[in-house]
């Protein structure tokens, strides 16, 4: 094992960690995001635990990863800290580097190994087994990240009884709350009296329509564009991705394709094949799941009015973050100046209309699973036999309570009550506001999105 190539990952074991490469570079962005997904009282707490961290790649999880071990190294010796990269690496030689820490860097006391991208690895959780079986986790946490829900999720049940109180957490692309807060100054005063600031939350609504969720992203949109080149780094990531799990990147972008053409709207794998080349549901079916789990989409199935789950083929597919959905339809549609392309399409209403529910979807699963909800059935969309149609049902339970949130998104300036009496939803709107009807700024209910769905 390479001591050298070990120290320059780590860096705080001789220098300062504000020199590590991925906190310079966050130290030097006009927005420095610093997420609270994993609880740091209760890795201070816990005597040992394995913790699964999943999120698109390009969110900024190595970043995180270093953030929490800055702030691990006020409480423990900085050789008990490990952080190791899994890119290019097998699992043989991932065995090697952990007894290497554990031997030759570690002192005594609880220890931190953080195995960034983990996934990667063939047979990751099987080391991991072995070094618990034989007892060298005692005193040791363990933060595994990857990219994948798929193979980090159905390889870390492979542990069980093993984890200790360790679980599974999300990092999701920027809600817009986290992103007010990121980018406004003032986003306390926001928070204490919306209602005061609404032409204000609308603006940073706009920018966050035109940004995304990603924070790389929303620093170069703060500069007032987004280069071309930017939107390629995620072409590059999705495409390298799905030739990764051995897939072929024209038939995802057929499917992708069809995505685009009915997104916010039904669809079926059946449909879906039969406009493309693929022919096989199956097959579109299982690109749709692997789009599912490395989150670039998600697809969102029916439930009735008694609540049961439908098992109709048809389904609506939305984008993790719309700037994924800018990705992919710069890709399909070959444009260049893709910024100044979109920015002109948002001022079709239909076009930002569609926008907006795909915000909403995102900003909706994040708010669920961030509350322990599961990512899988919980959010929902209904129609009727008559065609009518409710966007989405947040459904979940808490103990023996079920909760139910209907919503609506009517992104427009002419806004009426649904005559839908099935559900009382709340409707999302462009500007107008009625307490009696239920109706808010779409703006406003994602702001406070904890006041309007109570989950």
């Known amino acids: 094992m390479d001591i050298q190539e070990l120290k320059i990952q780590n860096i705080w074991w001789d220098k300062d960690i504000n020199l590590d490469f991925h906190l310079r570079k966050l130290a030097g962005k006009k ?91 063939e047979g990751w959780e099987l080391v991991e087994l072995e070094l618990y079986n034989k007892g060298l986790l005692e005193q040791t946490i363990i933060i595994n990240s990857g990219s994948s829900s798929v193979n980090l999720k159905k390889s870390s049940e492979k542990l069980p009884g093993r984890k200790g109180k360790g679980k599974v957490y999300y990092f999701f692309p920027l809600s817009f709350r986290e992103y007010v807060f990121l980018v406004e100054p003032k986003a306390e005063e926001m928070d204490k009296k919306p209602l005061m600031h609404l032409d204000s939350l609308k603006k940073l609504f706009h920018k966050y329509t035109l940004a995304g969720g990603f924070p790389q992203i929303i620093n170069e949109q703060a500069a007032g564009s987004i280069d071309d080149s930017k939107y390629d780094i995620y072409r590059d990531w999705i495409e390298g991705e799905i030739t990764k799990f051995g897939r072929s990147v024209n038939y995802a972008y057929q499917i992708l394709s069809r995505v685009m053409e009915s997104r916010t709207s039904q669809t079926n794998w059946e449909s879906i094949a039969q406009n493309s080349t693929i022919k096989s549901h199956t097959t579109v079916s299982e690109y749709i799941d692997l789009l599912d789990s490395l989150f670039i989409t998600k697809t969102v199935s029916s439930i009735g009015s008694d609540l049961r789950i439908g098992v109709a083929k048809n389904k609506k597919v939305y984008f993790f973050d719309h700037f994924l959905l800018s990705t992919v339809e710069k ?125």
């Open 331 to 455: 890709s399909l549609l070959k444009v260049n100046d893709y910024y100044d392309y979109y920015t002109h399409k948002l001022t079709d209403e239909t076009y930002l209309s569609k926008i907006v529910e795909n915000i909403v979807f995102s900003n909706l699963i994040k708010h669920i699973v961030n509350r322990g909800y599961s990512i899988n059935n919980t959010l929902f969309y209904w129609r009727s036999k008559t065609q009518q149609e409710m966007d989405f049902i947040v459904y979940v339970r808490k103990k023996s309570t079920k909760i139910i949130v209907p919503l609506e998104v009517k992104y427009s300036n002419n806004v009426s009550r649904s005559s839908i009496q099935t559900f009382k939803s709340i409707i999302l709107s462009k500007d107008y506001y009625s307490d009696e009807h239920k109706i808010f700024p779409c703006h406003l209910v994602l702001f406070q999105l904890d006041k309007f769905v109570k989950v």
């Open 31 to 121: 927005y420095a995001f610093s997420p609270k997904i994993i609880p740091i009282e209760e890795l201070l707490q816990e005597k040992s635990g394995i913790y699964t961290l999943i999120g698109p790649r390009q969110i900024g999880k190595t970043t995180y990863l270093k953030q929490i071990i800055r702030e691990l190294l006020s409480h423990y010796p900085k050789n008990n800290l490990f952080y190791f990269s899994c890119e290019n690496i097998t699992s043989e030689k991932l065995k090697e580097a952990i007894l290497f820490f554990r031997s030759n860097i570690a002192e005594r006391g609880k220890l931190f190994i953080f195995l960034d991208e983990v996934s990667l690895v």
